[in-house]
């Protein structure tokens, strides 16, 4: 089946500068893609979405890209925090628009050091 | 505003025993219901989704059931628990419409010895 992964596991920032976490897709026909945030022991936590139409969305000091071209989507966080430190997941709802829910990338875990 | 609660937080069960989680939503009506399983360091792996009462999907085989005795009520089952069912257990709802977000629960850590 399609899939949705991320190119790494580990990412660790400095507090204050910013991140970027990647993901790649590998489904070409998706058209609506999800960045989660998941603190340790917790369910994770919508944080901005991104429809296929668009190449750029922003929200309060994060900013996603998406690049259809090579299939590739990115996590931008400004000006880090250590509340920003978990494990960031893509997701991608293909292009049916059914009620299966979503595939999720393995996950980038964030560190942010002080 | 909506909420899902999520319940046990953790629970240890020995092999072979039974399994009931479970899973409401407040605030919202005629949700899609799913069960999400996340292996210690891994992504999400879908179990079961609900478009309806009584209506279940599921998408891998697997020692485990689901039910959707109410509009937004959710239970993951097992009769007998294998040492592989260990894992986070995470229930989310949504919307219905196309491309939808999902909302988490805050998850079971569940522990078979």
């Known amino acids: 089946g399609e899939s949705v992964g991320l190119h790494l596991p580990t990412l660790s920032v400095q507090e204050g500068d910013n991140s970027i976490i990647n993901c790649a897709y590998s489904n070409s026909a998706s058209d609506y893609f999800i960045w989660y945030k998941q603190e340790s022991g917790k369910g994770p936590q919508f944080i901005i979405d991104?429809?296929?139409?668009?190449d750029k969305r922003q929200g309060q000091r994060v900013t996603v890209l998406l690049n259809k071209t090579v299939k590739h989507l990115s996590l931008q966080i400004a000006a880090t925090q250590p509340g920003d430190s978990a494990v960031y997941f893509c997701a991608e709802n293909g292009s049916g628009g059914g009620a299966d829910g979503l595939t999720f990338g393995k996950g980038t875990h964030l560190i942010i050091q002080p | 505003s909506q909420t899902i609660h999520q319940w046990p937080a953790t629970l240890v069960q020995p092999v072979g025993s039974p399994l009931s989680l479970e899973c409401t939503v407040e605030g919202t009506s005629n949700p899609n219901l799913y069960w999400y399983r996340q292996a210690a360091g891994r992504g999400l792996q879908l179990l079961f989704y609900s478009v309806g009462i009584g209506q279940i999907s599921s998408e891998v085989p697997q020692n485990l059931s689901a039910s959707r005795p109410q509009d937004r009520q959710f239970i993951l089952s097992s009769k007998k628990l294998l040492l592989s069912d260990s894992g986070f257990y995470l229930c989310?709802?949504?919307?219905?419409?196309?491309?939808?977000?999902?909302?988490f629960g805050s998850g079971t850590q569940l522990s078979v010895l």
């Open positions: 991104i429809r296929s139409n668009m």
């Open positions: 989310a709802w949504g919307t219905g419409v196309a491309n939808e977000k999902l909302f």
